[in-house]
């Protein structure tokens, strides 16, 4: 199992983005080639831990990857820009997505089968390429939308909305502190994906709690009905019990007793199977 790490480069200056202090870096958890298996292309995931904009959380990062690469998936962490306005960490993705794609032979990775997966405020930056991959905001400096499009996108307890139940924190450090509060500002709308899914939207994979006391389910029920109703495909799991922030929801990433939690651990198995069904 292969593991570096790779700076990328975001088209900040064309963009018109300020340039973030520190390079978000990708981290690959990969498979390496063998002679035993052959020649043979893998889906690629892309993952983007949770932390509220303010933080990429560990127990969401490494662990998932490793569990990815132990079911045949090839796994890219994104350590992405923090506490900084949309769309930083959007352009970061989206380079991040280009990066693969252009180099899917290196890594033995079919390029049509490239997924973004997010925690919790992760899972806003995964929806947010799930969106905007065709639109002008990206395609007028990526010269196009496909070489940045996700073939998926995995939402895990994602915050999706900034109205009525929004993650506040997560909205605050996305928007700022004067427009995290208007919920009819152009700022706040840009980054309600509910609002912005489209017929282009990709397929997605769903999962939350109904209980999470944190990001309310609302923000995952929003983003499902706005899929149902431009014909997206997904499947979703919402289950009755269990914090926020669960990641595998074994002992692997519990930091406490109550983070280890059998019924919502399902998710992972769904998940991959979904992946190597072609993402339906």
């Given at each position: 199992?292969?593991?570096?790490?790779?700076?990328?480069?975001?088209?900040?200056?064309?963009?018109?983005?300020?340039?973030?202090?520190?390079?978000?870096?990708?981290?690959?958890?990969?498979?390496?080639y063998?002679k035993?298996?052959?020649?043979?292309?893998?889906?690629?995931?892309?993952?983007?831990?949770?932390?509220?904009?303010?933080?990429?959380?560990?127990?969401?990062?490494v662990?998932?990857?490793?569990?990815?690469?132990?079911?045949?998936?090839?796994?890219?962490?994104?350590?992405?820009?923090?506490?900084?306005?949309?769309?930083?960490?959007?352009?970061?993705?989206?380079?991040?997505?280009?990066?693969?794609?252009?180099?899917?032979?290196?890594?033995?990775?079919?390029?049509?089968?490239?997924?973004?997966?997010?925690?919790?405020?992760g899972?806003?930056?995964a929806?947010?390429?799930?969106?905007?991959?065709?639109?002008?905001?990206?395609?007028?400096?990526?010269?196009?939308?496909?070489?940045?499009?996700?073939?998926a996108?995995?939402?895990?307890?994602?915050?999706?909305?900034?109205?009525?139940?929004?993650?506040?924190?997560?909205?605050?450090?996305?928007?700022?502190?004067?427009?995290?509060?208007d919920?009819?500002?152009?700022?706040?709308?840009?980054?309600?994906?509910?609002?912005?899914?489209?017929?282009?939207?990709?397929?997605?994979?769903?999962?939350?709690?109904?209980?999470?006391?944190?990001?309310?389910?609302?923000?995952?029920?929003?983003?499902?009905?706005?899929?149902?109703?431009?014909?997206?495909?997904?499947?979703?799991?919402?289950?009755?019990?269990?914090?926020?922030?669960?990641?595998?929801?074994?002992?692997?990433?519990?930091?406490?007793?109550?983070?280890?939690?059998?019924?919502?651990?399902?998710?992972f198995?769904?998940?991959?199977?979904?992946?190597?069904?072609?993402?339906?």
């Amino acid at each position: 199992m292969m593991s570096q790490i790779i700076p990328i480069a975001p088209p900040f200056e064309q963009a018109h983005v300020e340039r973030p202090e520190s390079t978000a870096v990708l981290q690959p958890i990969l498979l390496p080639y063998s002679k035993e298996i052959g020649e043979k292309k893998r889906p690629a995931v892309i993952i983007c831990p949770g932390g509220g904009y303010d933080f990429c959380s560990e127990r969401e990062a490494v662990p998932v990857g490793m569990r990815l690469a132990g079911h045949g998936v090839q796994a890219f962490i994104l350590w992405y820009s923090c506490k900084r306005r949309f769309p930083t960490a959007l352009l970061e993705l989206a380079t991040a997505v280009a990066y693969i794609r252009a180099h899917a032979l290196t890594y033995d990775i079919d390029p049509a089968r490239i997924a973004v997966m997010g925690f919790s405020a992760g899972a806003h930056l995964a929806g947010s390429l799930a969106v905007y991959w065709n639109r002008p905001l990206l395609t007028d400096i990526f010269g196009g939308g496909e070489k940045i499009r996700p073939n998926a996108h995995i939402l895990c307890y994602p915050v999706i909305t900034a109205g009525e139940y929004a993650h506040r924190g997560s909205i605050r450090n996305l928007v700022g502190e004067e427009y995290a509060n208007d919920f009819n500002n152009n700022y706040t709308i840009a980054v309600s994906l509910e609002k912005q899914v489209s017929a282009d939207t990709p397929p997605c994979f769903l999962w939350h709690t109904v209980n999470d006391d944190s990001v309310p389910v609302q923000n995952s029920l929003l983003y499902l009905s706005a899929l149902a109703a431009h014909g997206i495909p997904f499947e979703s799991h919402l289950f009755p019990q269990g914090v926020h922030g669960l990641s595998l929801a074994d002992a692997c990433t519990a930091k406490a007793e109550y983070q280890i939690n059998p019924v919502c651990g399902q998710w992972f198995d769904a998940c991959t199977a979904w992946i190597h069904r072609g993402f339906c």
